[in-house]
């Protein structure tokens, strides 16, 4: 049986948690960042307590463990699995495709699309699955699609 010890600083003591603090810092700052970059893509701000900002922070997240690469050379996604991060290089927020799961048989028509439309919300680091959301709710479809710059004024 594992055991976990409990420890805790001294009060007013913020030297010893400054790993912890910087990399809080590092979060809010990213996060920061991503939610500026999507309110100037939507052209409308974004209030601290709509439904996409849990999203974001996670997105946030994922691109700080498996993008910032530390003194040794590697990411912390790279320290924990041993390989480079795989990410598909999408903005948060981006309209994609994606394919949904449903097998033919069960569509009306054989010849109706088996891929929607749907906005990025980033990726699960555990599973690779992709996030993403429509009008019907938030998906991990394994297969996505960026739209075609063309398509974006459509």
Known sequence: ?????????????????GFIEKAIQDEEGQGRTIKLDFESHIGAKIPSTHDIVPWLIEYAAVLLNCGQVGADGKTAYERLKGKPA???GLQFGERIQWRTNVPSK????????AWKEG???GQRTVSGEYLVGSKEGVFRPRTIS???AEAMDR
């Open 1 to 17: 049986m594992a055991r976990s010890i409990h420890e805790s600083s001294p009060v007013g003591s913020s030297q010893s948690n």
């Open 86 to 88: 795989n990410l598909p």
């Open 106 to 113: 069960d569509r009306k028509h054989k010849m109706d699309s």
């Open 119 to 121: 906005v990025y919300l």
């Open 146 to 148: 960026r739209v075609p």
